[in-house]
């Protein structure tokens, strides 16, 4: 049963930057397509970034473009988001999912409802 985790979360004054990392046991993350979501009390998860399985093709949702970068390394096991240029409206409980395949990346990479496997969530808060 593959098992994901993320780590990396923290409080951070606006401008600057923190990484998350997400990995796995139980099971490799190399075959499953990725995606990062954040969710706010009151409000619905949203998708933020996603990479497919091979690590070729990433998206970002508008409000990131130009701040967040997605990777990932397959030998490590790891898949990042590196987010820089924090505004507040980042602030949220970040989650890794892993979706069976690469079918969720290319069927709409901001479905919750096609990833299968979730992490526990980190905290980022972005506040002065």
């Known amino acids: 049963q593959l098992q994901v985790v993320e780590s990396g979360g923290g409080s951070v004054q606006p401008g600057g930057s923190l990484t998350l990392s997400c990995t796995s046991s139980?099971?490799?993350?190399?075959?499953?397509?990725i995606a990062w979501f954040r969710q706010v009390p009151g409000k619905e998860r949203e998708g933020v970034s996603c990479?497919?399985?091979?690590?070729?093709?990433?998206e970002y949702v508008d409000s990131v473009k130009g701040r967040f970068t997605v990777s990932r390394d397959h030998v490590k096991n790891m898949v990042w988001l590196q987010m820089n240029s924090l505004k507040p409206d980042d602030t949220g409980v970040y989650y890794c999912?892993?979706?069976?395949?690469?079918?969720?990346?290319?069927?709409?990479?901001?479905?919750?409802?096609?990833?299968?496997?979730w992490g526990q969530g980190t905290q980022v808060t972005v506040s002065a």
């Open positions: 999912a892993a979706a069976e395949g690469d079918y969720a990346h290319y069927a709409g990479c901001y479905r919750p409802d096609l990833y299968n496997y």
């Open positions: 990479i497919n399985a091979p690590g070729g093709s990433t």
């Open positions: 139980g099971r490799p993350l190399e075959y499953h397509a």
